[in-house]
């Protein structure tokens, strides 16, 4: 018994000796990709909660995956091509311009709408566990990829109902999706470190996203605006996001041009602002989540 005890009490020794000291960085830093890298594992994890929590206990279940896009796309159809005579470029079947448009801000909108308050959300696990905080967000954007393949299948659906099918640049689709989530997560990092401090954030993202909607070329191609106010909408990262996917899934649509210039530069700018400000942030995230 007592070589036992001494035993286990040299085990509980080493143990302690083998305590590792988490300590902020001071000043103003980026985040340790290398850490995050080490948490892969985790973040996979947090995707595959993400995905289920988002159709639990909902009727359809997967279904809404479908039906959004389908609903929104006939919405738009009705009130904006029928009724107030919008018509999408050089003579393309509505449906399909606006099914295109919507396949790609879905992925943006609900992204940042769930990343902005994942940390809060999941306050439980943020301030008793370590790890890098920026998988809560990250976890909550990459989990609506599914919803974006998803929406992209039933786009060559119904643009084979059209007769319509993508060319040799759907090859540049794996580019345009990588851009479409660096916009999403960098203005997602953004507000979710916010809306630790500030809970406002939580009610005011969903009304400007609304507002983003109608200043991005969704229910209206971009060509329609000319001088000035083309180059003002080209600061909007998402009209270069949106052009791009469109052009790489529909054969006739055009190439974006030079209006994807200022996409990359304004997306470059955020993010790398923003994983400036959540590493700050970080050190007190626990605290005040």
Not at 107 to 122: C, N, P
Not at 207 to 220: C, G, R, S
Request: proline share 6%; net charge positive.
């Amino acid at each position: 018994m007592a070589t036992e005890s001494g035993a286990a009490i040299g085990r509980l020794t080493t143990r302690a000796d083998r305590v590792v000291r988490v300590k902020p960085r001071s000043g103003w830093a980026l985040p340790d990709l290398s850490e995050m890298l080490a948490y892969r594992e985790l973040l996979l994890i947090l995707v595959r909660r993400n995905i289920k929590i988002r159709y639990k206990q909902t009727a359809l279940g997967v279904a809404w995956a479908v039906l959004q896009p389908i609903l929104g796309t006939v919405v738009f159809t009705v009130f904006f091509n029928h009724v107030a005579g919008i018509k999408s470029l050089k003579g393309l079947p509505y449906p399909v311009f606006a099914l295109s448009g919507l396949a790609t801000w879905n992925f943006f909108s609900i992204g940042l709408t769930q990343a902005s308050d994942s940390l809060v959300s999941g306050a439980a696990l943020v301030s008793k566990v370590y790890f890098p905080r920026m998988l809560v967000p990250l976890a909550a954007v990459l989990a609506g990829g599914i919803d974006f393949v998803v929406t992209l299948i039933l786009l060559l659906v119904v643009m084979a109902a059209y007769g319509l099918t993508p060319g040799i640049a759907v090859l540049w689709l794996p580019v345009f999706a990588l851009l479409l989530a660096s916009v999403t997560v960098a203005f997602s990092v953004f507000s979710s470190a916010l809306n630790t401090r500030y809970r406002d954030v939580r009610y005011v993202v969903p009304f400007l996203t609304q507002l983003w909607l109608f200043l991005t070329p969704i229910v209206y191609p971009s060509s329609l605006l000319h001088g000035p106010w083309r180059t003002i909408i080209g600061l909007n990262p998402m009209v270069g996001v949106v052009d791009g996917v469109r052009w790489c899934m529909i054969a006739r649509f055009p190439r974006p041009g030079l209006v994807l210039v200022p996409s990359l530069l304004v997306t470059a700018v955020v993010l790398f602002g923003s994983l400036l400000y959540f590493a700050r942030a970080e050190r007190t995230m626990a605290d005040v989540v």
